[in-house]
């Protein structure tokens, strides 16, 4: 006995031996005193063990690992469940961007798949030929080969292409009528995927989304460029959870699954863009591209009196369902032109020059002035005289005719009667140098003319400027407005169709920089730009590739008012390129002359053919023609029966301003950044609070104080200003809004400064 409790228990049984043997006790009382050890050994051994046992049931927790976590977690799991991504749709309702998940359908044939009331939640045998009628009814599934495939010896099985790509309506068709037909053991795998049905369709403006992976292991939509990246937060909604038990074979027990958080879907984009005048921009344009060979074209139809974006385009482009085909196509690029492209815009900043100098009294339209001038050691000249080394229009015309024939000289002279500090004060009241946070993101902020004074009068004929062409459309908009400038809109409806809501944007009016009489001036010479003989860049003079000579923007016969805008390209080394080509054709066009809908902007750049202004007027005829002749359809009040939605302010204080803006805009909120600091430090709506959509909200920044302009303004929001820089406000008449004030939008003012505002 005492050598086998040796070698069972080693050690601690030789030294019981040998005091066993120097006890000289009896063999009997040696086993009785064995006993009585081994027994107390097994007391302390069992306590030990109680004592564990008792404390992994307290605390469940071993070397770090949770057990009951990991009990659970062998008889049930929790899983996301991806909320379906919101549409994007045109202003019509035509889908533009839609969630494509697709479903396969497949059988449960496990016999141990059965519920807690042990009723099998798998196809039995003796129901295999009404499910293959089923599924011969609902998809068209052979249904010999239905019944061949639930006669596998396999856990679940599917039912090849028949059953695969399944829209989710027609999903959650077959399992309602799967369930009024009490056919069990059918269920669905998801495959997600995001589709553009109308294909080349604003390809760069719309982005692209597509599957990754989550840190959770699931795979969502993510958004990576244009609006799909800028509304992502908007499109994706909140993931849900499910919770459900599983067989030892880790497999789900159908019957058992429960909603642990409520999935809530994304919400629906409905866009600015009419997708007739789209679709047929886009064909114009691939014909533009290939008549010039330009190395980048951009074209944009803009609603005059709301500042709606009704299509946009640029090339090169691709099908948003192809994206291989983006580095075969030498000037591609992934950013959107409208927005991201800053670039020196030449004459059609003309349009601006002459109306600050109107609307500040500094020029009259027949003064005379000479074609010559030389600012230090620069000389400025005329495109007749740049293409041809001479004169071929008169050395001396009128601030009118030079306006006209798009004269350099006549305008850097307007410029210098003006003063650069008056211009710089309207660039300011125009926004040149701000992005306008339409909420799209990664916008081009483009640049005001240096303090160098030939920039600065350079900058009259659009050089030494920069600006992208959704800043040169939010100016051109006060020409058609009565002065009154818009902010540009590429959302007009978010809709959340899980609560059946709805937010909807209005027009915006950010400022008034010019009277109604300058505007009107200057677009009466703009007609003249396209129908004057003798003087009009737009006016052609003789026939060319087709054209009958005379106005080139028209719109069934109707002369458009038009300015047109050659400018050069800075070279990457510095100075600018100096190709015979090598320079940005524009031009802008308003239908009608006198009350404008709708303008028209687009530029090419470095054509390879002989440059036409036919190039941009076909497109622009065309465009506008069509817009002209749906304005009932693009004016048409939206009938949609929903409620309408509120948004919650958040704390934005801490902030960056420009992302701040942005973010509110995607909100439809107009967000007014006061000061040119990086961070909010105030807000004039508290967080937490909710409001309707289109809500001012003043963001006051850490920057120095500068003097919004606060055109269309309320006295409460005023008095907010006031309170924030202490200004002392003295105001003229009794209306409810801002209608003018002393101090120009933009200059810096300082704290206690006295402003008066004019109330109409």
Same mark, same amino acid.
């Given at each position: ?7 069972l228990?080693g ?5 019981i031996q040998k ?6 006790l009896?063999?009997?009382?040696n086993r ?9 050994l ?8 109680i004592?564990?046992f ?5 605390v469940?927790?071993v070397?770090?690992v949770?057990?009951?976590? /990991?009990?659970?977690e ?7 469940v ?10 019509? %309702?035509?889908p ?5 998940s697709?479903?396969t ?7 141990t798949?059965?519920?807690a009331n ?23 599934i052979?249904?010999?080969?239905a @019944?061949s ?12 292409t028949?059953g695969?790509?399944i829209s989710?309506?027609?999903?959650t068709q077959i399992?309602k009528?799967?369930e ?7 269920g ?6 995001r589709?553009y ?6 390809s760069q403006?719309?982005?692209f989304a597509?599957?990754?992976n ?7 939509l ?6 799909e ?6 499109l994706? =909604?909140e993931n ?8 030892p074979?880790?497999r789900?027990?159908p019957?058992?699954?429960k909603?642990i958080?409520?999935?809530?879907n994304g919400?629906?984009v409905?866009t600015t863009?009419?997708g007739? *005048?789209?679709?047929?921009l886009?064909n114009?344009l691939?014909n533009?591209?290939?008549v010039?060979?330009g190395?980048?074209?951009s074209?944009t139809?803009?609603?005059?009196h ?5 299509a946009?385009?640029?090339?090169p482009t ?6 291989n085909?983006a580095s075969?196509?030498?000037y591609?690029t992934?950013? $959107? ?10 004459s059609? /900043?003309?349009?601006f ?13 027949n ?5 010559t ?5 620069v000389?400025?000249?005329?495109w007749?005289w ?14 009118a005719?030079g306006f ?13 009667q003006?003063g ?5 004060q309207?660039l300011?009241?125009?926004k ?6 339409? %909420?799209?993101?990664g916008? =081009? ?5 240096s303090s160098?004074?030939v920039?600065?009068?350079q900058s009259?004929f659009?050089q ?11 100016g ?7 002065g ?9 409806k978010?809709?959340?169709?899980? $609560?059946?809501?709805? *937010?909807?944007?209005s027009p915006?009016?950010i400022?008034?920089?010019?009277s109604?009489?300058s ?10 730009v396209?129908?004057d003989p003798?003087?009009?860049?737009a006016y052609?003079?003789?026939d060319?590739a ?7 923007f028209?719109?069934?016969g109707?002369?458009m008012?038009?300015k047109?805008?050659?400018?050069q *390209?800075?070279?990457?080394?510095g =100075? ?7 320079? /940005? ?13 709708f303008i028209?902007y687009?530029? *090419?750049?470095i ?7 036919g ?14 002749a749906r304005k009932?359809?693009?004016?048409a009040?939206?009938?949609t029966n929903?409620?309408a939605g509120?948004?919650t302010?958040? !704390? ?6 420009g992302s701040?803006?942005?973010k ?5 909120l ?11 430090t105030?807000?004039?709506?508290a967080?937490?609070?909710?409001v309707s959509a ?14 919004p302009d606060?055109y269309?303004?309320?006295?409460d929001?005023?008095?907010q200003?006031?309170?924030?820089y ?5 105001y ?8 003018g004030q002393?101090?120009s939008?933009?200059? !810096? ?5 006295? @402003?008066?505002? $004019?109330?109409n």
């Open positions: 006995m005492i050598k086998f409790l040796s070698r228990f050690t601690p049984h030789r030294l005091k066993a043997q120097k006890s000289q009896t063999p009997e009382s009785k005193r064995v006993g009585k050890i081994v027994f107390l097994s007391i302390v051994l069992f306590t030990v063990f004592f564990r008792v404390w992994l049931i307290t469940n927790r070397g770090g949770d057990l009951a976590k /990991m009990a659970k062998n008889y049930s799991t929790t899983v996301t991806n909320a379906k991504r919101g549409t994007i749709y045109d202003r019509n %309702g035509t533009i961007a839609i969630d494509s697709t479903y359908i497949y059988a449960v044939i496990d016999k798949q059965t519920d042990g009723n099998p939640q798998y196809v039995v045998p003796d129901k295999y030929d009404e499910v293959a009628n089923f599924l011969n009814k609902e998809l068209n052979d249904k010999d080969y @019944i495939q639930l006669k596998q010896k396999k856990s679940q099985v599917q039912f090849g028949q695969m790509k989710p309506s027609r999903m399992e009528d799967a009024n037909q009490k056919i069990v053991g059918l669905f795998s998801a495959q997600l995927a589709s049905p109308q294909g080349n369709f604003a403006f719309v982005g597509s599957p990754q989550t840190n959770s292991g699931g795979t969502v993510v958004g990576s460029s244009g609006l990246n800028a509304y992502n937060s908007v994706s =909604g849900g959870e499910i919770n459900y038990q599983k067989d074979f880790g789900p027990l019957g058992s699954t909603t958080k409520q999935t809530e919400k629906d409905y863009i009419d007739p *005048i789209q679709s047929n886009e114009l691939d533009a591209a290939k010039s060979g190395q980048q074209l074209a139809l803009m609603d005059a709301t500042g709606e974006i009704l946009t385009s640029q090339r691709i099908n948003a369902n192809n994206q085909t075969k196509q030498e591609f992934w950013s $959107n032109l409208l927005y991201q492209s800053q670039f020196e815009p030449g059609t /900043m003309k349009t020059l002459l109306a600050s100098a109107l609307d500040s009294n500094h020029v009259n339209l003064q005379s002035f000479t074609r001038l030389k600012v230090y050691d000389d400025i000249n005329d007749d740049n293409e041809y080394g001479e004169f071929r229009l008169p050395t001396s015309v009128t601030a005719q006209e024939m798009s004269s350099n000289v006549v305008m850097s002279k307007i410029e210098m003006m650069n500090s008056t211009w710089n309207y300011k009241r125009l040149f140098g701000v992005p306008t946070r339409f %909420g799209l993101g916008e =081009g902020f483009g640049s005001l003319p160098n004074p920039s600065q009068i009259a659009g030494g400027i920069s600006a992208t062409p959704i800043q040169l459309l939010r051109w908009t006060s020409f058609a407005n009565g009154e400038m818009l902010e540009p809109h590429v959302v007009n978010i809709y959340d169709s899980d $609560n059946k809501t709805a *937010i909807s944007t915006e009016v400022g008034k920089p010019f109604s009489k505007v009107d001036t200057v677009r009466d010479l703009m007609v003249g396209n129908t003798n003087y009009g860049t052609l003079t003789k060319d087709g054209h009958s000579p005379g106005p080139l028209l719109v069934n109707n002369p008012a038009v047109t805008g050659t400018a *390209i800075a070279a990457p080394n =100075g600018y390129m100096t190709g015979p080509q090598d320079n /940005m054709y524009s031009a802008v066009a308003m239908y009608p002359p006198k009350n404008p809908d028209f687009m530029n *090419i750049k054509p390879t053919s002989d440059w036409f202004l190039y941009i007027s076909d497109v622009a005829n065309n465009v506008v023609a069509q817009a002209e009932s359809q693009i004016e009040t939206d009938t929903y409620t509120k948004v302010i958040a !704390d934005y204080k801490g902030k960056g301003p701040t803006s942005d509110l805009r995607q909100e439809l107009n967000p007014v950044v006061i000061g040119t600091g990086d961070k909010v105030e807000q004039s709506i967080s937490g609070e909710e289109n809500t001012k909200i003043l963001l006051l920044t850490n920057g120095d104080p500068t003097m606060t269309k303004w309320k006295k929001q005023v008095e200003l006031a309170k924030w202490n200004l002392k406000i003295t003229k008449g009794d209306g409810d809004t801002v209608s002393s101090v939008a933009g200059q !810096d003012i300082k704290r206690g400064q006295s @402003i008066t505002i $004019n109330m």
